[in-house]
T-cell receptor, first 110, second 112 residues
Framework: DSGVTQTPKHLITATGQRVTLRCSPR?????VYWYQQSLDQGLQFLIQ???????AKGNILERFSAQQFPDLHSELNLSSLELGDSALYFC?????????FGPGTRLTVL | GENVEQHPSTLSVQEGDSAVIKCTYS??????FPWYKQELGKRPQLIID?????GEKKDQRIAVTLNKTAKHFSLHITETQPEDSAVYFC???????????FGKGTRLSVIA
């Protein structure tokens, strides 16, 4: 157990819908990262927050957004969902450079 | 930006043999190189990491080597066991609290 938690574990929804994925970092970690992993693919960095502020953006679509709250948990919002958005979504938190991943949310868009 | 290349994409070894996975990076400013193991449907797990001020690091059956001049680093697993079968990812980053750039992964199969 890495200490990073994510909910829900699984999410099944339809095209055009909007979902919210939640992540709680390890105690004391200020940075939260979101990654997308499609079937048999690598880990694509989406976005990073550090102590409530957006720190870095990767290959995140305009339909996707995120935020980090004062208690440091983070939410990733995915809207106007398409079939191709089906993937595992991981968050990770870090202190310094070591990143620890949560168990992921498997999103299936039908 | 940083680009990380990883080879091979698949690797099969007999139980007890060694496995080596290699990565190259492009940004000479990168100074942190972790390796993650991911079993099917599970989270990536940090198994070992190395910083640019060190050339080699070992932890039991796994070791990582770093050649800063050539900008490549490698994961070595000795005495492989079936439970080592997984996808292994290398990554690189330039400083604290920055995103990791991942290689595309190596699927390791250890045949009993």
């Amino acid at each position: 157990d890495s200490g990073v938690t994510q909910t829900p574990k699984h999410l099944i929804t339809a095209t055009g819908q909007r979902v919210t994925l939640r992540c709680s970092p390890r105690s004391g970690d200020l940075s939260v990262y979101w990654y997308q992993q499609s079937l048999d693919q690598g880990l694509q960095f989406l976005i990073q927050y550090y102590n409530g502020e957006e720190r870095a953006k990767g290959n995140i679509l305009e339909r996707f957004s995120a935020q980090q709250f004062p208690d440091l948990h983070s939410e990733l919002n995915l809207s106007s969902l398409e079939l191709g958005d089906s993937a595992l979504y991981f968050c990770a938190s870090s202190v310094d450079q070591q990143q620890f991943f949560g168990p992921g949310t498997r999103l299936t868009v039908l | 930006g940083e680009n990380v290349e990883q080879h091979p994409s698949t690797l099969s070894v007999q139980e007890g043999d060694s496995a080596v996975i290699k990565c190259t990076y492009s940004d000479s400013a990168s100074n942190y190189f972790p390796w993650y193991k991911q079993e099917l449907g599970k989270r990536p797990q940090l198994i070992i990491d190395i910083r640019s001020n060190v050339g080699e690091k070992k932890d039991q059956r796994i070791a990582v080597t770093l050649n800063k001049t050539a900008k490549h680093f490698s994961l070595h697993i000795t005495e492989t066991q079936p439970e080592d079968s997984a996808v292994y990812f290398c990554a690189a980053s330039t400083s604290g609290n920055t995103p990791l750039v991942f290689g595309k992964g190596t699927r390791l199969s250890v045949i009993a």
